[in-house]
DNA sequence: AATGGTCCAGTGGTCGGGCCACCCAACCAC
DNA sequence: GTGGTTGGGTGGCCCGACCACTGGACCATT
């Protein structure tokens, strides 16, 4: 039984989450310099009344973001978030600053465009027999929504195209589906053009047909890439 | 003055680092199947005979590598590592698995191969004349090696591109290029071919010239594809 | 002057033990 | 069934302490 879609899955705060937050927001703001030394972990558990295990969860966090580099005996300090490899980083950036969200979509947009048809492409040539059975179980499963179903079937295809990047790049994708893909969805006609879309990649991908595939992938991505960019534009405009 | 090259920079290891790469082991290598239970943290920090908030920081970054999720009052949890979207993943699988780098490597250039040239363009429309510079001053400055200084010339213009995601892929591949470079840059003609081409973008950049930035990329990156991929069988074959 | 050794205050890493917030399952009352 | 209660077990946080490491000051040697 699905849950009532007006239900959004909440986030558990932690006390060290809060913390992480705080720190992110004026390395991304600027407000800390790269290079710059943090106040020593006791300092900030005694400044933000927490305990100093606290603020080394928090810290930890942000080291794995690859926002501060933790020198054992020296101290904290501030790294370039531009130089930064963490996908998630992407993510707290469009949920901190509402302003950047949209040029942060229209490059994910793009992005995923640009190598889309290429994973379509081998997809096509290195799918087996299983990855066509679970696309046919995707598309057939009545209990899923369009959504949900499109991002079943890019991560199949992900999978089939024996590209660990591309695979890693598209579950970045649909974690940002989870949250925008409304912006998409919300139209029924588009919804209707990705059931089709389903079907078409599936038996391209059934045919070993890559000229086919790529194709296919490459009109669907540059269908939403615009239908986004427009859709974009309006609440710009609306907005203001 | 530029240390000897012969020394490279050693990482410093941490208690919670070798629990870590244990429970990553174990979850990568599927002794650990999607969706188990984790012993409590209790229990962990009893069973490797170290203190609970060790095996804490390091369940920490678990959770950050997506491998695990925590929930409060019940338990960790092993999730699908297929479905993680951390880069950093990646690394670690080829620093895990030999037999797995090559595939990796592979993925990575291929992925390289189909931005690149976007990227190119991206940054030949956008650039302004501060990236200019710092082109300027990259490609002049004879301190850096040919590796050092591709690795800046591919960021500025990652910069230039002002698309985020392209950025953030190219510091990755960065991280690659400090450890497998010497793959490409060992060869001499190699490494003039991408003095040329520092040269031949800058050009390119300069004059706005979208298809030219495009084209030039394009070669590059298939260039050094193949002539990877071609190194990876070689040495794949002397190895057996 | 330069080099290398010693020492020391300060910092992050680990330890141990404790309490709190939360989850879950069992049980109970209706 | 349904909803409320209870209790054991879990992760989150706290406290105080010690260990491992760093950087700088100081000193002895060359």
Same mark, same amino acid.
């Given at each position: 039984m699905a849950p009532p879609s007006f239900l959004r899955p909440l986030t558990r705060s932690r006390l060290s989450g809060e913390i992480e937050g705080i720190l992110l927001e004026g390395i991304i703001g600027g407000k800390l310099r790269v290079g710059e030394k943090l106040p020593t972990e006791r300092e900030l558990a005694a400044d933000l009344d927490v305990?100093?295990?606290?603020?080394?969860?928090? *810290?930890?966090?942000?080291?794995? @973001?690859?926002?501060?580099?933790?020198?054992?005996?020296?101290?904290?300090?501030?790294?370039?978030?531009?130089?930064?490899? $963490? *996908?998630? @980083?992407?993510?707290?950036?469009?949920?901190?600053?509402?302003?950047?969200? !949209?040029?942060?979509?229209?490059?994910? *947009?793009? *992005?995923?465009?640009?190598?889309g048809p290429d994973m379509a492409f081998l997809a096509s040539q290195n799918r087996t027999d299983d990855h066509l059975r679970s696309l046919r179980e995707v598309i057939r499963e009545s209990r899923l929504s369009v959504l949900e179903k499109d991002i079943l079937v890019h991560h199949v295809i992900a999978l089939a195209s024996t590209n660990v990047l591309y695979l890693l790049l598209l579950n970045f994708f649909n974690k940002f589906m989870f949250e925008y893909g409304y912006l998409y969805f919300e !139209?029924?006609? $588009?919804?209707?053009?990705?059931?089709?879309?389903?079907?078409?990649?599936?038996?391209? @991908?059934?045919?070993? $047909?890559?000229?086919?595939?790529?194709?296919?992938?490459?009109?669907?991505?540059?269908?939403?890439e615009d239908a986004v960019a427009g859709r974009l534009k309006k609440q710009d405009h609306a907005g203001r």
């Amino acid at each position: 039984m699905a849950p009532p879609s007006f239900l959004r899955p909440l986030t558990r705060s932690r006390l060290s989450g809060e913390i992480e937050g705080i720190l992110l927001e004026g390395i991304i703001g600027g407000k800390l310099r790269v290079g710059e030394k943090l106040p020593t972990e006791r300092e900030l558990a005694a400044d933000l009344d927490v305990n100093r295990s606290t603020v080394r969860a928090a *810290l930890g966090k942000l080291e794995s @973001l690859e926002l501060v580099e933790i020198r054992h005996g020296d101290g904290v300090y501030v790294k370039d978030f531009r130089r930064s490899s $963490n *996908l998630e @980083l992407i993510l707290a950036l469009t949920r901190m600053d509402e302003h950047q969200r !949209d040029s942060v979509i229209s490059s994910l *947009l793009r *992005l995923r465009t640009i190598f889309g048809p290429d994973m379509a492409f081998l997809a096509s040539q290195n799918r087996t027999d299983d990855h066509l059975r679970s696309l046919r179980e995707v598309i057939r499963e009545s209990r899923l929504s369009v959504l949900e179903k499109d991002i079943l079937v890019h991560h199949v295809i992900a999978l089939a195209s024996t590209n660990v990047l591309y695979l890693l790049l598209l579950n970045f994708f649909n974690k940002f589906m989870f949250e925008y893909g409304y912006l998409y969805f919300e !139209d029924p006609e $588009n919804a209707r053009r990705s059931v089709l879309f389903h079907r078409e990649i599936y038996q391209a @991908l059934k045919g070993k $047909n890559g000229r086919k595939a790529r194709k296919i992938m490459e009109d669907v991505m540059k269908f939403s890439e615009d239908a986004v960019a427009g859709r974009l534009k309006k609440q710009d405009h609306a907005g203001r």
